[in-house]
């Protein structure tokens, strides 16, 4: 039976969604939001509003709902839903029944102030800031890896392709420009091999070539804590090799030691990381044509044996917080991501406040 509403039903209903373990909850007690409000004003640069009009929702409030997407990959009108929706969301919000939720479309107009502004690296340093400053430091080297990013399909003829690839706008999309602002002319196709196991009689399968179309999310995590430290995006063709020498090491670390997979080995890179002081523990090659000898093999099983850290953080986007890109064009996409390794951080800091016992 339907009960009496009480004076304390919310606040009841929101006590028991904590003790189920509320995320967003845990993520307003250990993470303090107002630090990123500098950073969005200065992106954001609203008017001062001398000539009236309705006043914009609060940066911080509208952050705080990019970070809600990231972590759950929402679209900008399932987001307007499910803030008006539920408690928890409300709650992290600093919204309550009475109070007005931004709509999709300002979700969206928000979002693209700050991509246009460049703003999401600033956002990532700050709260890297805010990490190494509660004792989170990057510590005991780091491991390098990358990440291919599903985009949406494009359905392009081989001329349109061949225009793409050599940076043209194809003709016949000139006239169209509502067609064209539905093409991605940045996003790539790759192939990502499988390796086949053996046989029972010791014959193989035939390796699996699997066609992907998207972007790339290169990071750099340090191996002590698991944050990550150093991130860019690019299409899905680019080489992981390269990034290294991109920015993508990060120097503060208090050991100097890199783990990467063998896509990373070169004799540019090695020299790279000798001129700057790094010590590579990149896995080599097996030589073309002949077995691996069995020291090489040895050496290569130790270094996955801690390189293997970082694949829990892909598979943690990819899983928990179903990590794709819905958007046209690589500024869009790098601020998607960007936001995605973010909200990682904030989880990552909430996992290790829980186990110190102090969130």
């Known amino acids: 039976m339907r009960g009496q509403p009480g004076f304390f039903d919310v606040e009841d209903r929101l006590q028991r969604l904590s003790d189920l373990g509320d995320q967003l909850d845990a993520f307003?007690?250990?993470v303090d939001f107002e630090m990123f409000r500098p950073e969005l004003e200065a992106a954001l640069?609203?008017?001062?509003?001398?000539?009236?009009?309705?006043?914009?929702?609060?940066?911080?409030?509208?952050?705080?709902?990019?970070?809600?997407?990231?972590?759950?990959n929402l679209s900008?009108?399932?987001?307007?839903?499910?803030?008006?929706?539920?408690?928890?969301?409300?709650?992290?919000?600093?919204?309550?029944?009475?109070?007005?939720?931004?709509?999709?479309?300002?979700?969206?107009?928000?979002?693209e102030r700050l991509t246009r502004a460049g703003a999401i690296e600033g956002l990532f340093t700050r709260f890297d800031a805010a990490?190494?400053?509660?004792?989170?430091?990057?510590?005991?080297?780091?491991?390098v890896d990358a990440s291919l990013i599903a985009a949406p399909k494009q359905r392009n003829s081989d001329g349109e392709k061949a225009d793409i690839k050599a940076g043209r706008v194809p003709e016949a999309w000139q006239s169209h420009p509502a067609k064209l602002r539905q093409k991605?002319?940045?996003a790539r196709w790759t192939l990502v091999f499988g390796?086949?196991?053996?046989?029972?009689?010791?014959?193989?399968?035939?390796?699996?070539?699997?066609?992907?179309?998207?972007?790339?999310?290169?990071?750099?995590?340090?191996?002590?804590?698991?944050?990550?430290?150093?991130?860019?995006?690019?299409?899905?063709?680019?080489?992981?090799?390269?990034?290294?020498?991109?920015?993508?090491l990060d120097r503060s670390n208090t050991a100097s030691t890199v783990w990467a997979d063998s896509a990373y080995r070169s004799k540019a890179n090695?020299?790279?990381?000798?001129?700057?002081?790094?010590?590579?523990?990149?896995?080599?090659?097996?030589?073309?044509?002949?077995?691996?000898?069995?020291?090489?093999?040895?050496?290569?099983?130790?270094?996955?044996?801690?390189?293997a850290a970082v694949e829990p953080v892909f598979s943690h986007q990819k899983g928990a917080m179903a990590l794709t890109v819905r958007t046209v064009g690589i500024a869009r996409a790098?601020?998607?991501?960007?936001?995605?390794?973010?909200t990682y951080n904030i989880r990552r800091l909430v996992f290790h406040e829980r186990r110190a016992g102090l969130a």
């Open 76 to 111: 900008d009108d399932r987001a307007e839903f499910l803030i008006n929706d539920r408690l928890s969301f409300m709650r992290f919000l600093g919204l309550g029944l009475a109070d007005k939720a931004p709509d999709a479309k300002t979700i969206w107009f928000f979002r």
């Open 184 to 186: 991605d002319c940045d």
């Open 45 to 72: 640069d609203y008017s001062d509003r001398a000539k009236g009009g309705r006043p914009p929702f609060d940066p911080v409030l509208m952050f705080k709902i990019l970070v809600i997407q990231a972590s759950n």
């Open 334 to 342: 790098k601020a998607k991501i960007g936001l995605a390794n973010l």
């Open 28 to 30: 307003a007690r250990v």
């Open 131 to 143: 990490v190494r400053e509660a004792g989170y430091i990057p510590m005991s080297g780091q491991i």
């Open 195 to 248: 390796k086949a196991r053996e046989r029972d009689d010791g014959t193989r399968h035939a390796d699996i070539a699997i066609p992907v179309f998207g972007y790339k999310n290169h990071i750099s995590i340090d191996r002590r804590h698991g944050f990550i430290r150093k991130w860019d995006v690019t299409d899905a063709a680019a080489h992981d090799g390269a990034m290294l020498r991109r920015g993508l």
């Open 270 to 307: 090695e020299a790279f990381m000798d001129a700057h002081g790094f010590n590579s523990e990149v896995h080599r090659r097996k030589p073309k044509g002949r077995l691996m000898a069995p020291n090489i093999r040895r050496g290569n099983a130790a270094r996955s044996a801690v390189r």
